[in-house]
């Protein structure tokens, strides 16, 4: 299903405006980009765009409530500086399986002051030499990358607290099903 069609069936007869989180994961980005997303979602707080082939986050239109945008498992490799002009608000960025290789491809993140938290697994760029102390010089707000603090204190995850499965386990296990509770 295309992105303009998807965004149509999730609004559910509510205006732009009324909608706070949108998710349209698994969707299709025409051309790789972002289409029928407009500023008219003015109080979105959370868009998620998971696995829906985008290359360019160009078409991402204002939103200046924005907090927590999920894009990870597209093709992205360049052109982050339109999130540090568009979304002056974001706290949480997910990366995670793009194709971001350089710590210089971060460096507009800069400009998201209120940025916290980063996430670039499976990001070739997590295979460089001191990639966590760059990132973090660069971005010198960031408390968590990667689920992980400078001091590498795993982050408090707010989802999935007392379900008693830590992320290296349900990774290694294949969803939470692994070495956890067997012992």
Do not use: W
């Not at 965004?7 to 969707?27: A, K, Q």
């Not at 960031?142 to 992320?167: C, F, H, I, M, Q």
Request: glycine letters at 8%; aromatic letters at 4%; one cysteine or more.
């Amino acid at each position: 299903m295309d992105m303009k069609k998807r965004i149509h069936l999730e609004l559910r007869n509510r205006t732009p405006s009324d909608v706070r989180e949108l998710v349209l994961d698994n969707c299709r980005a025409h051309e790789g980009k972002i289409e029928g997303l407009t500023a008219e979602f003015v109080n979105l707080e959370f868009l998620s765009l998971i696995n829906v082939l985008l290359m360019s986050v160009s078409n991402l239109p204002k939103l200046p409530k924005l907090k927590k945008l999920e894009l990870s498992d597209n093709r992205i490799s360049a052109g982050l500086d339109v999130l540090a002009e568009k979304l002056s608000n974001l706290t949480h960025l997910n990366l995670s399986g793009n194709k971001i290789k350089y710590i210089s491809t971060l460096e507009p993140l800069k400009k998201l002051e209120s940025l916290k938290s980063l996430d670039l697994f499976n990001c070739e760029v997590t295979n460089l030499n001191d990639y966590r102390e760059s990132v973090f010089k660069l971005l010198p707000q960031l408390t968590y990358l990667d689920g992980y603090d400078r001091e590498d204190k795993e982050a408090p995850d707010s989802d999935a607290e007392g379900d008693g499965v830590d992320e290296e386990e349900e990774d290694e296990g294949g969803r939470g099903g692994g070495r956890g509770g067997r012992r």
